[in-house]
């Protein structure tokens, strides 16, 4: 049993490096969701070493982490405010969520600067009967108090969040995107949750020295059955992230309607977004003024990778900031293109093709349906008018 809290440390940390180095939309909610996860993959691994009598390999792996198990509850809940509010601002209340960890500081700090024999008593005592390891105490708090603290602060923040989740999920869920991201922070909350919901059982067994199933359900031989159930939480919560890819990029809000595009990419528009939305306009504006739309291969691929960003957040900040599809929007930059062409005399010595080709497509039938959706007028039709209008 203790196989899986091993195979979920590692794939924890494996997730955590990914978090932390790739680039991402929103990089503070990122960074807070990789902190949980790196906090969850030490302490599956710790539960393996000393579950599974492993703790006289790994000694060193004993008491210290303690303090960094009493802040899980923190990146969980600034994950949680960073997404919904696409921002991260801090508020003195927060204080309150550090109040685990401050006892376990003393805790840890008391015991260390006791005298060697008593650290190396509970060293003894973990190794040679684990399973009883949490009722050592320390001064404050005893082992399993500290565990039950944890979850109940992780609980409590789910509780609080859980509002504002809920309004977040009901809002813009029209889009691909946000539906994948409102399905992923509902399973997550779930699991975290359920997790935190039955380490508070796994506690309470530990302090009362018997099986809350058996004493509230008469259920028998139920002993390993919450921790059981708990490691099975504890590897879900290491693997949906496989299940939900975009997330590992962050999810991008823009915070103002769409605009025309005219206006959007205009230098002195005085609009105000989100995050990383701001470096992604500039970004852009960078790209048209290289022309780099009037390139035959340009695509949202292409795009996307000169931004650094995934293909599929470029294509919602495209929709959400102009209102329009990406391929609409790089036809508009080339329509605009084609129509200065004309207006300086392009097609006086040149054909049609050759517009098309100069304003980056491949076909004089591609180029022409484009300029007529845009103009409502064929690229000669537009000359005409334009000469009659300059008479």
């Known amino acids: 049993m203790s196989n899986i809290l091993l195979i979920t440390g590692i794939f924890g940390f494996i997730l955590t490096s990914i978090f932390f180095l790739k680039k991402s939309t929103n990089p503070k909610a990122t960074g807070f969701l990789g902190g949980f996860y790196l906090l969850l993959s030490f302490y599956t691994v710790q539960a393996y070493i000393i579950d599974g009598g492993n703790l006289a ?6 008491l210290w982490p303690l303090m960094l198990y009493n802040v899980i509850a923190i990146p969980v809940y600034f994950y949680f405010i960073t997404i919904i509010e696409d ?5 003195n209340s927060y204080l309150l969520l550090f109040i685990p960890f401050i006892l376990s500081v003393i805790d840890v700090s008391y015991v260390y600067l006791q005298p060697d024999a008593l650290y190396d008593s509970m060293l003894h005592e973990a190794i040679t009967d ?4 949490l009722h050592v105490s320390y001064w404050l708090l005893n082992l399993d108090q500290h565990m039950l603290m944890r979850h109940v602060w992780q609980f409590s923040t789910l509780v609080l969040v859980w509002p504002k989740l809920r309004n977040f999920i009901r809002e813009d869920n029209k889009e691909d995107q946000k539906v994948i ?8 909350w779930v699991f975290l949750m359920l997790f935190s919901i039955l380490a508070m059982l796994y506690a309470l067994e530990n302090m009362m020295r018997s099986s809350v199933l058996e ?16 490691y099975l939480i504890i590897f879900s919560i290491g693997v949906i ?6 997330i590992l990029h962050g999810y991008p809000r823009i915070k103002k309607q769409p605009v025309k595009i005219e206006k959007a990419i205009n230098p002195s528009s005085e609009q105000k977004f989100g995050l990383e939305e701001t470096k992604i ?16 291969d340009f695509n949202v ?10 293909a599929h957040h470029l294509s919602y900040f495209i929709k959400k900031y102009y209102g329009i599809s990406f391929t609409a929007y790089k036809n508009k930059l080339r329509m605009e293109h084609a129509k200065k062409l004309i207006e300086i005399g392009f097609l006086e010595t040149n054909t049609i093709e050759a517009l098309a080709w100069e304003c980056g497509f491949s076909s004089r039938s591609s180029f022409s349906k484009a300029f007529k959706s845009e103009m409502d007028l064929s690229p000669s039709e537009y000359a005409l008018k334009f000469e009659a209008d300059s008479l």
Do not use: D, G
């Open 57 to 62: 390999l790994a000694p060193w792996f004993f």
């Open 241 to 246: 992230p496989i299940y939900f890819p975009s």
């Open 181 to 188: 991201l409102n399905k992923w922070l509902m399973v997550f």
């Open 215 to 230: 004493l509230l359900f008469h259920y028998k031989n139920s002993k390993a059955l919450i921790p059981l159930i708990l």
């Open 87 to 91: 921002e991260f601002k801090w508020k």
């Open 301 to 310: 691929t292409k795009c996307a990778r000169e931004l650094e960003i995934p």
């Open 130 to 133: 684990p399973k009883n390891r």
């Open 281 to 296: 306009k500039s970004k852009l504006e960078n790209l048209q003024q290289e022309r780099r739309y009037l390139e035959k």
